[in-house]
Every structure is written in structure tokens, then in C-alpha cells.
């Protein structure tokens, strides 16, 4: 009789210790889920730059799990279409009551679509100048052929209402632009609803967050030739030489610009944008006079004459600057409907 309890108790022990490895194990693989899960929401989430045809990283869930994110490349971006990509998401928990020393961590894989969606820029011109540009140096470059080896089709040398704010013609020569003017509108009430740039939201800092926020061009940052930043200055500034580099600026007053002065990307300008002097060179695209979508009333901006004795800008459009400048702002988008838990390993 002992002995027959002595067996049912031992069954009875086994049955619970069994049920338990079972309960474990599955705890285990809904947490190995969850950390993949975790994983894919956090490597689209942190993409801050267009992926690379085969990308890998090991991301640290909690302190003791890890998701291993894969991004396979299924279909290039051409410049029409956008990429197409598959992500895949290793997570490997250690995290719930296992009870054998044997046992290895729980594994769970997922997998969804993406594409990447690219900021784009509208360029109307080499120069958009919303109020109007005073041109008056008789020489320099206003070229809106693209400068790029992928070479996109060529914008307007300058883009002007036909009647600037100081009741002038919208564009006064030399130099000539090329290609031709594009006309924007009558007045540059009419010209700022043809700029589709949403410069409000820009001052207001909803969108374009900057690396650097400036008062004037103290502070300027160092040249990094890998960095694109965003630099923006509250107010007005004068750059030269000192101030060269790459990437995206954004004032919301005045801005001139001074010889030596060299910039490859995006230059958007809330008021006046002078050239004094020779020599600034831009390669990427230029906007001035934003103000006026804010209802404010900006002046012409100028390029030479007695107020920026020289202005002999050499100035040429270049989309592979642009498409730079703006890169970071680009985004995974997840397919929805693209989701599965049971993608292959390889």
C-alpha cells in the first residue's frame, strides 16, 4: 500500500513538474514574440537614413533579451518607385521561469513589407525668390540644370512673381538665368501659394527639427563632410567662408551671403537673401522671402547693386544635394496586411 502511494505521489509530482515546463515554455515563446515585435516597431522607428540593400543590427529589449533585425532589399528605388523591403525580427527572451538548465532561451521570428518614403523638395528654380529678385552684378551663375551625375530634369534659373514687393519687375538682369525665368504669379501674394513648403510648421518647429539653433552665425558648427545638419538661425545672419559646409539652413530673417562662402544643399530664407561680394557658391537650391507665407510683407532680395556691392553668386541647382540635405527625414513605412510570424530564418 506504501508503496502504491509512494508511486501515485512520484506521478503526481512528475504530472505538476511537467505542466509547468509546458506553462514555461509557452510564457517563453509569447515573450520571444513580443521582444521581436519590439525589435521590427523599433528598427522602422529609428531609420533615419534610406537603408542600404542588406542591413542587420542586434537590438538590446529590456536587460536581458535582444531582438536580431534583418532588412533584406526586394525591389531598388528607381527614382519613380519606391524600394521595397522586408524586415525580419530574431527575438530571443531569456526572461521567462525555465526549469531545466538545458533548456535554450525561447526564439521567435517576425517578419512585415516596407517601402521607404523619401522627402521630397518642390524646386521651382535654382533660386526661388517669393518677393522678388534684384539682380544687378552683370555677371555670375544662375544655372538651373542639374549638376548631379543622376542628372533629374533641369528647374528655371530663378523662379519671381512678375511684380516684385517694391513694384518692380520681379527679376532685374544680368545675369540671365538658365533655363529662363518661371513666373510665379502677379504680385508675391500670388507666388507664395505656388512654393509648397510648409514654412509655418518650419518656424514653429513641428517639422525640420534642427542639430543647431542659432541667434545669428555665432556658433556656426564645424564642418563634418559625412553630416547633412539642419541649421537654423532665429533671426538674421552673414556667412562666409567660415561658414561653408553641407546640409539644410534655415533662417527666419535676413541672410547674406559674403565670398567664400560655399554650400552644398538647401538654403530656405524667411526674409531677404543678399549676395555681396564674389565668389558664394551653391550647389542645391535656394528659397527666399518665405515670410510672405506668414502674411508678412519682405522686401526684395538682392544680388549685387549698391546695397551688396559685387553679388556675382555662381549658383547651379543640384537634385543629389537637395535629395541629401533632406535624406534623414525619410521614413520606413510598414505595409499594412504584410505581417507574418512564420518567416523562413534563410
Not at 130 to 149: K, P, V, W, Y
Not at 176 to 200: C, E, F, Q, Y
Request: proline fraction near 8%.
Amino acid at each position: 500500500m506504501m508503496a502504491l502511494l509512494a508511486l501515485a505521489v512520484t506521478a503526481g509530482f512528475g504530472r505538476v513538474s511537467e505542466e509547468r515546463r509546458i506553462v514555461g515554455d509557452q510564457q517563453a515563446q509569447l515573450d520571444a514574440l513580443a521582444v521581436a515585435q519590439s525589435g521590427l516597431e523599433r528598427y522602422v522607428a529609428l531609420r533615419d537614413s534610406a537603408p542600404v540593400p542588406n542591413d542587420s543590427v542586434a537590438i538590446p529589449i529590456g536587460p536581458r533579451d535582444t531582438a536580431h533585425v534583418v532588412l533584406i532589399e526586394i525591389r531598388p528605388d528607381n527614382g519613380t518607385t519606391s524600394g521595397l523591403y522586408v524586415i525580419r525580427s530574431r527575438g530571443v527572451s531569456h526572461g521567462a521561469p525555465r526549469f531545466s538548465a538545458n533548456t535554450p532561451p525561447a526564439q521567435r521570428t517576425v517578419a512585415q513589407y516596407a517601402t521607404w518614403q523619401a522627402v521630397s523638395m518642390d524646386v521651382k528654380a535654382a533660386w526661388t525668390a517669393i518677393a522678388g529678385l534684384r539682380s544687378e552684378s552683370g555677371t555670375g551663375t544662375l544655372n538651373g540644370n542639374d549638376a548631379c551625375i543622376a542628372s533629374a530634369p533641369a528647374v528655371a534659373g530663378v523662379a519671381v512673381p512678375v511684380t516684385a514687393q517694391s513694384g518692380q519687375g520681379g527679376f532685374s538682369a544680368p545675369p540671365t538665368p538658365t533655363p529662363p525665368i518661371r513666373w510665379l504669379g502677379p504680385l508675391p501674394a500670388n507666388a507664395k501659394d505656388s512654393v509648397h513648403i510648409d514654412w509655418n510648421s518650419i518656424v514653429t518647429g513641428s517639422v525640420l527639427q534642427p542639430d543647431y539653433t542659432l541667434t545669428s552665425e555665432s556658433g556656426w558648427p564645424m564642418f563634418v563632410p559625412a553630416n547633412w545638419p539642419v541649421i537654423r538661425v532665429d533671426g538674421d545672419a552673414t556667412l562666409d567662408g567660415g561658414e561653408s559646409g553641407q546640409g539644410l539652413i534655415v533662417v527666419t530673417g535676413n541672410l547674406t551671403v559674403t565670398p567664400g562662402f560655399v554650400w552644398d544643399g538647401v538654403i530656405l530664407v524667411g526674409e531677404m537673401l543678399t549676395v555681396s561680394g564674389t565668389g558664394p557658391r551653391v550647389r542645391g537650391a535656394m528659397v527666399s522671402g518665405l515670410n510672405v507665407k506668414l502674411g508678412m510683407t519682405v522686401n526684395d532680395s538682392r544680388s549685387g547693386g549698391p546695397s551688396a556691392p559685387g553679388g556675382d553668386i555662381d549658383l547651379r541647382y543640384d537634385s543629389c544635394n537637395v535629395n541629401a540635405a533632406l535624406a534623414r527625414f525619410g521614413h520606413l513605412t510598414l505595409i499594412a496586411n504584410a505581417w507574418t510570424d512564420s518567416w523562413p530564418e534563410n
